[in-house]
T-cell receptor
Framework: GENVEQHPSTLSVQEGDSAVIKCTYS??????FPWYKQELGKGPQLIID?????GEKKDQRIAVTLNKTAKHFSLHITETQPEDSAVYFC?????????????FGSGTRLSIRP | SAVISQKPSRDICQRGTSLTIQCQVD?????MFWYRQQPGQSLTLIAT?????????ESGFVIDKFPISRPNLTFSTLTVSNMSPEDSSIYLC????????????FGQGTRLTVV
């Protein structure tokens, strides 16, 4: 089955700087890669996603890149702000249907230093 | 989008007892998923619940320990049976929607502490 690895496990950046989180996956059949943000006491919320036919996607300060050949994808947050502090999870989904399982990475705790 | 309500939001339980967690979705969905998130850890899929059939459990999870009900297309329950301190976790209900993208929506979770 699919295995998703994520690093780093913790990341501290100065407010205004950029943060990068990297993930690798094992199943070449995976074709959907969402990123989730989890704040304390809440369930994960989708912040951005990318499909396998796209190499890069951007939404304001957040961007995701995908390299299918190397089976890795990354989250980039620019101009970080205090409200970006949270745990971020990458994930991979092996099928494109409502029955898809979503396999999560181990998470990155991002802290933004004022 | 989907709005998912879980009850209870948290509970403290005695070892050896059982707790049933309820998940209500604001619209009909085919599949509902139950995840466990141990302290400081990622989300691990427990089982997939399809209305009208037995739930499908992932490796390491069994029906006797985590019985699931799915009586209709908007509701599911997960029971954590014969609890031990190792069952202390956050339990999350999730549904997926397929449109342009397959997006997973999560409830706020149930924080369970077993003492």
């Amino acid at each position: 089955g699919e295995n998703v690895e994520q690093h780093p496990s913790t990341l501290s950046v100065q407010e205004g700087d950029s943060a990068v989180i990297k993930c690798t996956y094992s199943d070449s059949a995976s074709n959907y890669f969402p990123w989730y943000k989890q704040e304390l006491g809440k369930g994960p919320q989708l912040i951005i996603d990318i499909r396998s036919n796209v190499g890069e996607k951007k939404d304001q300060r957040i961007a995701v890149t995908l390299n299918k050949t190397a089976k890795h994808f990354s989250l980039h947050i620019t101009e970080t702000q205090p409200e970006d502090s949270a745990v971020y999870f990458c994930a991979a989904s092996p099928r494109y249907s409502s029955a898809s399982k979503i396999i999560f990475g181990s998470g990155t705790r991002l802290s933004i230093r004022p | 989008s989907a709005v998912i309500s879980q009850k209870p939001s948290r509970d403290i339980c005695q070892r050896g007892t059982s707790l049933t967690i309820q998940c209500q979705v604001d619209s009909q969905v085919t599949m509902m998923f139950w995840y466990r998130q141990q302290p400081g850890q990622s989300l691990t899929l427990i089982a997939t619940a399809n209305q009208g059939s037995e739930a499908t459990y992932e490796s390491g999870f069994v029906i006797d320990k985590f019985p699931i009900s799915r009586p209709n297309l908007t509701f599911s329950t997960l029971t954590v049976s014969n609890m031990s301190p190792e069952d202390s976790s956050i339990y999350l209900c999730s549904v997926t929607r397929t449109g342009e993208n397959t997006e997973a929506f999560f409830g706020q979770g149930t924080r369970l502490t077993v003492v």
